[in-house]
Structures are given as C-alpha cells and as structure tokens.
C-alpha cells in the first residue's frame, strides 16, 4: 500500500512559476517510477512528465522546456517545477505511482493560471 501527500497547487497568473510536491510512503516503499498527469475541464487525464531513479525524465511536449521534473528518492518526492505557466496549464494536477501492478493517485491538487 501506497499513500500520496500533494501540496503546492495554486492560482498564479500567467508567466508565473509554480512548485507541486508529492510524497510517497507505506513500509518499505521502493519507488521506480513517479510521474505528474493533469486533467483540465472536459479533457482527458494527460502525462505530463515522468521520472525513474535513475533520473530519466519524460515530458510532454507541450511542457518541454518550461517544467521540470526532479525526485529525492530517500524521501521518496516528487517535484514539478513549473515556470512560464500559461492559462492552458489550467488543471487539476495528480501525483501517479505505478508500483507492484497496481497505480496510485494522489488526491489532486488545483493549478489555476489567470491571463
């Protein structure tokens, strides 16, 4: 068993930055891969990127060169640094851990980007 802790989402206006955080725990939780995926209004959950421990990152295009994604693995944290935030980064963002066949959601947490 899983358990997901977000924090960080928030209203900023355009151009702006944002941090989101998630943190994994359960006993004796080894993480491989942890990723963010987001979901507007009336649009499908998308990926927007990913990271191993070994540090390989995958972004969506539409993110690439403005968000970066970075783990702690001892904490077992996920971060997503995003900068120059546009009103289409508008979603509700979620922390995803695939982990012993089965996916964990985090709760979500709201980013809203103002024009």
């Known amino acids: 068993q899983v358990q997901l802790a977000e924090s960080g989402g928030g209203l900023v206006q355009a151009g702006g930055s944002l941090t989101l955080s998630c943190a994994a725990s359960g006993n004796d939780v080894s993480i491989n891969y942890m990723a963010w995926y987001r979901q507007a209004p009336g649009k499908q959950r998308e990926l927007v990127a990913g990271i191993a421990t070994s540090g390989r990152t995958n972004y969506a295009d539409s993110v690439k060169g403005r968000f970066t994604i970075s783990r702690d693995n001892a904490k077992n944290t996920v971060y997503l640094r995003m900068n120059s935030l546009e009103p289409e980064d508008t979603a509700v963002y979620y922390c995803?851990?695939?982990?012993?066949?089965?996916?964990?959601w985090g709760q979500g947490t709201q980013v809203t980007v103002s024009s």
């Open positions: 995803h851990v695939p982990y012993r066949g089965l996916i964990y």
